[in-house]
């Protein structure tokens, strides 16, 4: 039987999960973040979205050769030529420094009261005031939804008592559809956005969790990166030392 959705009755939890919901929420993060899958495979590398060329900002692309993966700045590739950062890093060469660095910071922070203490510094984070200000974005369109209510009322009182004729009422009513369908687009995006940053909060406020879980990673895969990852910054070849910087946040 079809019934609307109001009607539909939710129970949560009933059946085991196929993954754990925290992996869940990582994923659905994911999504929103910068992601693009190879073409020929449709696969979304592990890397995806989160390598940036510390020289001129833009992201910086997979391909292949015969014998390796590389990953170089797509300001050099496709024809442009427009960073000076042109040598490419090796992508098993980049998993390995990730996969150490993350292991240094397991091993480092593995310590009961520090995780506490960043949980507590993070509960003032910056995702924070982010919901506060979407929900006050939210608040003032909705009074403003509803002066644009009580608009309409007067202008049927208008049509009715003679004041408009039919066709300035149709004209007005166009208009007042289209601000009406304006003020639900945006309240629609600030929803997300607000349910956006509230999984991003959560993520930060499970440090303990994330922490319990892994203890020393032998490799990467794409949710061991969404979890510990924000960006990877990758600056250009120092000449006189034949060596680059590699920022990890």
């Given amino acids: 039987m079809n019934k609307p959705k109001s009607k539909w009755i939710r129970i949560e939890n009933t059946h085991e999960a196929i993954i754990d919901e925290e992996t869940f929420k990582k994923v659905q993060i994911a999504m929103k973040e910068r992601t693009k899958a190879i073409k020929t495979t449709g696969i979304i590398h592990n890397f995806s979205g989160k390598v940036f060329c510390k020289e ?81 974005q ?62 991003k909060k959560e993520t930060l406020e499970t440090n303990k969790m994330l922490f319990s879980k892994y203890e020393q990673l032998e490799s990467l895969n794409r949710i061991i990166i969404e979890e510990f990852i924000d960006k990877i910054y990758i600056s250009k070849i120092n000449t006189e030392t034949n060596t680059r910087n590699i920022q990890i946040k």
């Fill in 56 to 136: 001129c900002g833009r992201y910086m692309r997979k391909k292949n050769s015969s014998k390796h993966e590389y990953l170089v700045c797509s300001n050099n590739r496709d024809g442009y030529d427009d960073c000076e950062n042109k040598a490419s890093i090796r992508y098993d060469e980049l998993e390995r420094i990730v996969l150490d660095a993350i292991n240094k910071k397991i091993k480092a922070y593995y310590d009961e009261e520090i995780l506490e203490q960043e949980k507590s510094k993070n509960n003032q984070n910056r995702f924070t005031s982010k919901i506060k200000s979407l929900e006050h």
């Fill in 138 to 199: 939210k608040k003032e369109i909705l009074k403003k939804k509803e002066k644009t209510n009580n608009y309409l009322k007067s202008l049927y009182e208008d049509k009715v008592n003679g004041i408009i004729n039919n066709e300035q009422f149709k004209e007005l009513i166009n208009n007042y559809n289209t601000e009406e369908a304006r003020y639900n687009n945006r309240i629609k995006a600030i929803d997300e956005e607000i349910n956006y940053y509230k999984a």
